[in-house]
């Protein structure tokens, strides 16, 4: 089956050649297309220092790109999101490679403030298309083994986030500092299709009926059974939460860790920006396990946000990247567990369509509370917002905690 034949929702020719690759390497491949665009994603980091000084914008200059690449992702799933449902696993990823190559050309090609916000846009689609795409089929390939799944579904997407700084950092040494990132990148990219294209892709989960692809591919409210709702909910806002965090590490945060650590070394700083979601993608690899796992690592959270507050105006580099680290580690454990939970709880025909609704009130939290913060440091300075932005983000981590501790008492507890 073509990927244009796949797009269209037209069967396939019979015996037209095409490779049936191991359900390994399948994993494999929808592992590493989200993993790789999320790279790309955020080479950009350690670079907004090096383009505020060549294009000439302020901190909101860079939130802005930041949160472009964020609606965008918001905005591509809500309309694909649900896609791969009805077209197939693998013409979602292809298409998402395709939009994530034209992207990655605009912005490293960008010589001012909108052309890098076009760039990011055509990141975020990439992503979003390939996000619902990636972990759908991950599920699809391990049926019986729905938690590793959503392990390696996390471990892709956090490790891909965590990797983009570090790779960033690095690439920007060559010549060309800010375009050399991404041509390499596109390299990767284009490698990764060929397979794409030769794979011998399996049918649609929820093909639609003969004319009626179009309202299929309509966007739509993810239903949810009653029972569910409030597991979709307590991993939705616990994403809000924590992608703020997240959404800060990858923006304002070199900055401000450079100021901490007295330093100006992009790789560096790349590096810095990556400890709190490469602890998160390393926690995956854990099997820890437990009833108040959850609301142990929620709380863990809020205090080392706090501590990072604190490791600035300490002006303390041990303590910020200790804190880093135990922010990583309290998010990662939650997350994967209310997660997982979402995951087991929906039927595998409406897979993508509600882990990208998870992912929708998740990826705000990259969105409103770190554009926030940008306005702030431009009027306040950069460590009065942060600490503004920690007490906040430390509350409501608290609050979900308690939420967390009483989904999870056992029956006939009174409280």
């Given amino acids: 089956m073509t990927v244009l034949q796949e797009l269209a929702m ?4 019979a015996g ?25 994603a955020n080479l950009a980091t350690p670079l907004y220092p090096l383009l505020q000084e060549r294009i000439g914008f302020d901190s909101v200059g860079v939130t802005v790109a930041f949160t472009a690449y964020v609606v965008a992702l918001i905005g591509g799933l809500v309309l694909f999101g649900h896609w791969s449902d009805h077209i197939g696993r693998r013409a979602a990823l292809v298409l998402a490679v395709v939009v994530g190559l034209a992207g990655g050309f605009v912005f490293g090609t960008a010589d001012s403030l909108p052309q890098l916000v076009a760039g990011r846009s055509l990141q975020g689609l990439a992503v979003a298309i390939g996000t619902g795409a990636s972990a759908a089929a991950l599920r699809d390939l391990m049926p019986s083994r729905p938690e590793w799944a959503s392990r390696f579904t996390l471990l892709s997407s956090s490790g891909g986030v965590a990797a983009g700084p570090v790779i960033g950092g690095l690439l920007s040494l060559l010549p060309e500092h800010t375009q050399a990132p991404f041509a390499v990148h596109s390299v990767l990219l284009l490698g990764l299709l060929v397979p794409l294209l030769l794979l011998d892709a399996r049918p649609a989960i929820n093909p639609a009926p003969a004319g009626q692809g179009r309202s299929y591919l309509r966007p739509r409210r993810p239903a949810l059974a009653r029972s569910a709702r409030g597991t979709f909910w307590l991993a939705a806002v ?6 703020a965090v997240f959404g800060f590490c990858l923006s304002l945060a070199p900055g401000y860790f450079a100021q901490i650590m007295q330093a100006d070394s992009r790789p560096l700083i790349g590096l810095l920006a990556a400890v709190t979601l490469g602890c998160s993608a390393l926690s995956q690899l854990l099997s820890l396990r437990g009833r108040f796992l959850v609301p142990a690592g929620l709380l863990l959270l809020g205090v080392s946000v706090l501590l990072i507050a604190a490791a600035g105006a300490l002006e303390s580099p041990l303590l910020l990247v200790l804190a880093s680290i135990s ?19 929906v039927e595998p025909s409406r897979h993508a369509q509600v882990i990208s609704a998870v992912y929708i009130v998740t990826y705000l939290g990259s969105a409103v509370p770190v554009l926030g913060l940008g306005l702030a440091v431009k009027f306040w300075g950069l460590q009065p917002s942060v600490t503004g932005f920690a007490i906040p983000i430390a509350a409501a981590c ?18």
């Fill in 10 to 13: 037209r069967p396939a020719p």
């Fill in 398 to 415: 608290a609050v979900l905690a308690l939420v967390a501790h009483r989904r999870t008492r056992p029956a006939g507890v009174v409280p």
């Fill in 16 to 40: 037209r050649w095409s490779w049936n690759a191991t359900v390994a390497t399948r994993l494999f491949l929808a592992g590493t297309v989200i993993f790789t665009l999320l790279v790309g």
């Fill in 327 to 345: 922010a990583g580690l309290g998010q990662g454990a939650a997350f994967r567990v209310v997660f997982n939970d979402v995951a087991g709880a």
């Fill in 238 to 243: 616990t994403g809000f939460v924590s992608f």
